[in-house]
RNA sequence: GGCGCCAUAGCCAAGCGGUAAGGCAGAGGUCUGCAAAACCUUCAUCCCCGGUUCGAUUCCGGGUGGCGCCUCCA
């Protein structure tokens, strides 16, 4: 499988560090809020990465992150009159509520910046003996950065260029412009924890370095998270690290585009955004997967409700599809017909794993599914042989089911009523009674359901 | 100022040297009591100008127009 590697700005082909493993740490969110549709590109691109390594038969290790400690968290935790802790037991709960909606499989690890102060403070104190990082009067620990030759091999930026555009506040007694936070020092009203320089809390890179090294190993294999992370997060990350322990620290580094509103980036802090909460009182959130899964990973996206709906529609010409495999008439022995099917149904796999292979191209990987669906549509409009039909229904769920679509069982129990009013509505057409079986029809509509007459008699389907 | 990305039909989006996948929407048709679904047909020479090449949407140069990072941010 190639990847595109930010560090080296070309595609790679993916060699892991242990054959047959990958070990993968993505930046989760801080939690303070619900998180915005923006927040959830890295989730769902970076799981369907998961999703499909582990398809291909790799063992997998992923890591993803909660920031529970940081400015944003204490302040938030002010402003709501509640403390830190119980802001970030609510938000990660909240944080699983959406992320299971969008079919995101929980990572192999969730690991929060509070439950590894220690860890954070070793490689702190590792930091300062090798002279990488100092101590200041007010018991501060920053980061030196022109003691790190590479800095800035991520993001391409030169230290010299950075230099004149570095901002310092007041009051803080860098060394160096660019220097940053390790550990800050403990203020009023803050939490904070004993540390070898007083009590204090973790300043934000260091806490991603500290949880990915200590679940993941000095090196793993690729280190993922949204471009906006490139510069300067990733790039301290790896200052540290590197600093740190003297060896690479991740060999592969993606980076996901962004959501963007009218074209301009969605964030937080520009405040047009939409929180996935707010997407799920209008839509089934499979459809924001879908979306998502439209384009490649690296690109911009822009973000619109009429978007969600053609995803939302081009989902549903699956989710019928599947149906259609699921209820096809069966024919008695195989055909040659049967036959030359299954076999194109590799063709199908080949070209669909070849899209993904490229960088994760769910964008290909997708058409390759709509074009399946469509010779599975024909293929069924007759009865077939049960292997041939087996194999279709099997690669189908298959190839969605890499891609994290159609997990939603959303044409479960249909209640009795609707199901009666169906029943009286074919007598009434057996009986060619049409005004009655239209009537029933549109009541059905009214409640939500649609009528389908198929081969294998009428149909109902819950409207989304 | 430094670093970088993007420009393909009404909308979304692949392709990236040999004359344009797929989806949504639209039009016509088959099927259907009528629908729906499905299927068939139809709908683009790829921002502009140069260059390289037998041949460029695809490579190079120059424009034009969007956007991002350099400050918390996925």
Same mark, same amino acid.
């Given at each position: 499988?190639?990847? &595109?590697?930010?560090?080296?700005?070309?595609?790679?082909?993916?060699?892991?560090?242990?054959?047959?493993?990958?070990?993968?740490?993505?930046?989760?969110?801080?939690?303070?809020?619900?998180?915005?549709?923006?927040?959830?590109?890295?989730?769902?691109?970076?799981?369907?990465?998961?999703?499909?390594?582990?398809?291909?038969?790799?063992? #997998?290790?992923?890591?993803?992150?909660?920031?529970?400690?940081?400015? $944003?968290?204490? =302040?938030?935790?002010?402003?709501?009159?509640?403390?830190?802790?119980?802001?970030?037991?609510? @938000?990660? /709960?909240?944080?699983?509520?959406?992320?299971?909606?969008?079919?995101? #499989?929980?990572?192999?690890?969730?690991?929060?910046?509070?439950?590894?102060?220690?860890?954070?403070? *070793?490689?702190?104190?590792?930091?300062?003996?090798?002279?990488?990082? &100092?101590?200041?009067?007010?018991?501060?620990? &920053? @980061?030196?950065? =022109?003691?790190?030759?590479?800095?800035?091999?991520?993001?391409?930026?030169?230290?010299?260029?950075?230099?004149?555009?570095?901002? #310092?506040?007041?009051?803080?007694?860098?060394?160096?412009?660019?220097?940053?936070?390790?550990?800050?020092?403990?203020?009023?009203?803050?939490?904070?924890?004993?540390?070898?320089?007083?009590?204090?809390?973790?300043?934000?890179?260091?806490?991603?370095?500290?949880?990915?090294?200590?679940?993941?190993?000095?090196?793993?294999?690729?280190?993922?998270?949204?471009?906006?992370?490139?510069?300067?997060?990733?790039?301290?990350?790896?200052?540290? !690290?590197?600093?740190?322990?003297?060896?690479?620290?991740?060999?592969?580094?993606?980076?996901?585009?962004?959501?963007?509103?009218?074209?301009?980036?969605?964030?937080?802090? %520009?405040?047009?955004?939409?929180? #996935?909460?707010?997407?799920?009182?209008?839509?089934?959130?499979?459809?924001?997967?879908?979306?998502?899964?439209?384009?490649?990973?690296?690109?911009?996206?822009?973000?619109?409700?009429?978007?969600?709906?053609?995803?939302?529609?081009?989902?549903?010409?699956?989710?019928?599809?599947?149906?259609?495999?699921?209820?096809?008439?069966?024919?008695?022995?195989?055909?040659?017909?049967?036959?030359?099917?299954?076999?194109?149904?590799? *063709? @199908?796999?080949?070209?669909?794993?070849?899209?993904?292979?490229?960088?994760?191209?769910? %964008?290909?990987?997708?058409?390759?599914?709509?074009?399946?669906? =469509?010779?599975?549509?024909?293929?069924? !409009?007759?009865?077939?042989?049960?292997?041939?039909?087996?194999?279709?229904?099997?690669?189908?769920?298959?190839?969605?089911?890499?891609?994290?679509?159609?997990?939603?069982?959303?044409?479960?129990?249909?209640?009795?009523?609707?199901?009666?009013?169906?029943?009286?509505?074919? $007598?009434?057409?057996?009986?060619?009674?049409? /005004?009655?079986?239209?009537?029933?029809? *549109?009541?059905?509509?009214?409640?939500?359901?649609?009528?389908?007459?198929?081969?294998?008699?009428?149909?109902?389907?819950?409207? !989304?």
């Amino acid at each position: 499988m190639q990847i &595109y590697n930010t560090m080296t700005r070309k595609k790679e082909e993916l060699v892991p560090i242990v054959p047959g493993q990958i070990s993968m740490y993505a930046c989760g969110p801080t939690v303070y809020n619900y998180f915005h549709i923006g927040n959830a590109r890295p989730f769902i691109v970076f799981d369907t990465l998961r999703r499909y390594l582990e398809y291909r038969g790799y063992q #997998v290790r992923f890591v993803q992150n909660f920031t529970d400690i940081d400015d $944003k968290m204490i =302040r938030r935790a002010n402003e709501e009159d509640t403390t830190v802790k119980e802001l970030g037991e609510r @938000f990660i /709960k909240e944080y699983y509520q959406d992320a299971d909606a969008l079919g995101v #499989v929980r990572a192999t690890a969730n690991p929060r910046a509070t439950e590894h102060i220690q860890e954070i403070i *070793d490689l702190v104190s590792t930091l300062v003996e090798k002279e990488h990082a &100092y101590v200041t009067p007010g018991g501060d620990v &920053y @980061f030196s950065v =022109r003691s790190f030759d590479g800095y800035g091999k991520l993001s391409g930026q030169n230290i010299d260029d950075l230099e004149n555009g570095a901002r #310092v506040d007041p009051g803080e007694d860098k060394r160096d412009p660019l220097d940053f936070a390790l550990w800050k020092a403990e203020k009023p009203g803050e939490p904070s924890w004993d540390s070898p320089w007083g009590k204090g809390r973790p300043g934000w890179h260091i806490e991603c370095s500290a949880m990915s090294m200590s679940i993941l190993g000095q090196t793993f294999d690729i280190h993922a998270g949204g471009q906006d992370l490139v510069f300067p997060h990733h790039e301290n990350e790896i200052a540290q !690290s590197e600093a740190a322990t003297g060896k690479p620290f991740a060999h592969y580094w993606m980076h996901n585009g962004y959501i963007n509103i009218d074209n301009q980036k969605m964030s937080k802090s %520009a405040g047009n955004f939409f929180t #996935v909460r707010d997407i799920a009182k209008e839509f089934d959130l499979e459809a924001v997967r879908m979306f998502m899964l439209s384009v490649q990973y690296r690109n911009p996206v822009n973000f619109s409700r009429e978007l969600i709906q053609q995803a939302e529609s081009g989902l549903e010409r699956l989710r019928t599809a599947r149906g259609r495999i699921k209820d096809a008439p069966i024919a008695r022995g195989d055909s040659d017909e049967d036959e030359a099917f299954l076999a194109s149904l590799n *063709d @199908f796999k080949t070209r669909f794993c070849n899209a993904m292979d490229d960088d994760l191209n769910t %964008a290909d990987a997708l058409g390759v599914l709509f074009e399946l669906a =469509r010779a599975a549509n024909t293929f069924v !409009s007759q009865p077939r042989g049960q292997a041939a039909v087996d194999a279709t229904r099997a690669l189908f769920d298959e190839l969605t089911g890499v891609l994290g679509l159609l997990c939603h069982k959303k044409e479960e129990a249909f209640p009795q009523k609707a199901i009666d009013m169906l029943g009286e509505r074919q $007598k009434a057409r057996k009986t060619k009674n049409f /005004k009655r079986a239209d009537e029933l029809r *549109d009541t059905l509509k009214d409640m939500g359901y649609a009528v389908e007459d198929t081969a294998n008699g009428p149909k109902l389907k819950k409207l !989304s």
